[in-house]
């Protein structure tokens, strides 16, 4: 028995859709390096990296940069080195982790929240900065100086705020308006402020490149543990970027043919599948570097609702 499947996929996969370095790692520190300690050697990265095509020079060029652009930590011993993600990066990548794993069931009171501010008060770099980051936490633009929002993550919108040094510039109302709630012009107002056809899109690609991979799960065990970590790095990548534009809009403002939800119901169930032998592959890698590397923490079971520790054959293990 082999998994001729799984193999020919995910060389088609790479063949077709070959991942940049620089985003492939940044998929790799989310999903496997943060809850295994959060540190890695580069000699384990370059070996979780080799079954995807990628030689050590890429890789080492692209830690170089991402260290360079403030993402990584270097701290060198002898003549090896190992990375860690810096602390904001960290705050990053904790964000990231929510709209990921966490599935989007967000209910509407018929609230929104309006984040504005006067261009003369604000730098040039500074509104650019800002702009980039509410649109990153989903806000639509009403105009060059005005965002909008119906639940977005309040905390969220505080911290980048005082991140962007631009508290005393920017205004945050929050306010119910019942007729626009029930009216036509929300349809307008949300096709104006979000591209959800394009996110959707997205989705429905990832639904018609994964399903099949599920369905094949749902019957044969993956006999590779190098192979259940391949194609679990690809689920997550290509989920990461097809979610990566998503405002999460509560579920009342989404329209009817939303893929959204079905996206995420693959990725949890073909990341169950593959749990076992990923995280096997994972763990003995990260020990060729350093013997005490630990297992993932406990947070990590609790990704899409709750994971459950099973063997490769998909039987449960004793807790």
């Not at 006067?118 to 770099?125: E, G, H, R, V, Y």
């Not at 107002?189 to 994964?210: K, M, N, P």
Request: with cysteine; hydrophobic share 40%.
């Amino acid at each position: 028995m082999s998994n001729c499947f799984l193999t020919s996929w995910s060389e088609t996969y790479l063949a077709e859709h070959p991942p940049r370095t620089k985003s492939l790692v940044m998929t790799l520190f989310g999903d496997v390096i943060r809850p295994h300690g959060g540190a890695l050697w580069l000699g384990s990265l370059i070996r979780l990296l080799a079954p995807f095509g990628i030689n050590d020079r890429l890789v080492r060029t692209s830690v170089y940069r991402l260290a360079e652009e403030g993402w990584l930590s270097a701290q060198r011993e002898g003549r090896r080195s190992m990375y860690t993600l810096r602390p904001q990066a960290s705050q990053r990548f904790q964000k990231a982790h929510q709209r990921i794993y966490t599935p989007s069931d967000l209910t509407w009171d018929g609230a929104w929240t309006q984040v504005f501010f006067l261009s003369a008060s604000i730098s040039t770099k500074q509104r650019a900065d800002l702009r980039k980051a509410l649109l990153w936490e989903g806000f639509g633009a009403l105009s060059p100086f005005a965002f909008i929002h119906p639940s977005p993550d309040l905390n969220a919108l505080n911290a980048l705020i005082e991140e962007n040094h631009c508290a005393q510039s920017v205004y945050v109302v929050q306010q119910k308006n019942t007729e626009l709630s029930h009216s036509k012009a929300l349809a307008h107002l949300i096709d104006e402020c979000w591209q959800l056809d394009e996110v959707s899109l997205r989705y429905s690609r990832f639904i018609e490149r994964f399903a099949p991979v599920l369905a094949y799960l749902r019957t044969q065990p993956v006999l590779s543990d190098e192979l259940a970590f391949v194609m679990r790095t690809l689920l997550i990548h290509e989920y990461r970027r097809a979610q990566l534009h998503d405002p999460q809009l509560p579920l009342e403002l989404l329209p009817k043919s939303w893929s959204g939800k079905q996206a995420y119901e693959i990725c949890h169930q073909v990341y169950q599948h593959l749990l076992a032998g990923s995280q096997t592959h994972i763990l003995a890698t990260l020990r060729t570097e350093d013997e005490n590397a630990p297992e993932a923490d406990r947070y990590f079971y609790e990704r899409f609702g709750g994971l459950e520790k099973t063997n490769r054959n998909g039987l449960k293990q004793a807790s």
